[in-house]
């Protein structure tokens, strides 16, 4: 939750502190009502660079939440983040 927390609130080093202490960039957000990971929420809150931190760490670009069965480029692009939806589909032609 705290990773949650500091990706809502844009804290870039925080999460990068939860990331080096060993929190798997792939995490499921815990009690999400959709179970979304950390990309996911990084994408709908439009933080490019916590995005791009995220995929260099190994986070899971096709996981899809259980409600609409979106990815994160799908999170980005409904939330208006055109820019970074985009690149993350390009990201998402190289796996």
């Known amino acids: 939750q705290a990773a ?4 809502r ?3 870039a080093v925080c999460v990068e502190l939860l ?3 060993g929190l798997p960039a792939s995490t499921c957000i815990p009690n999400h009502p959709y179970s979304a990971t950390l990309l996911h929420q990084a994408a709908w809150f439009g933080h490019r660079a ?4 995220l995929h260099e760490r ?5 996981a899809t939440d259980t409600q609409f069965q ?3 480029t799908n ?3 409904h939330a208006g983040h055109m820019e970074l939806s ?4 390009s990201k998402e032609k190289t796996i």
């Open 4 to 7: 949650d927390a500091a990706i």
């Open 9 to 11: 609130g844009g804290h």
């Open 19 to 21: 990331l080096d202490a």
């Open 50 to 53: 916590m995005v791009e931190s």
């Open 58 to 62: 190994g986070a899971d670009l096709t």
């Open 70 to 72: 979106g990815t994160p």
């Open 75 to 77: 999170w980005a692009r």
């Open 86 to 89: 985009e690149w993350l589909r």
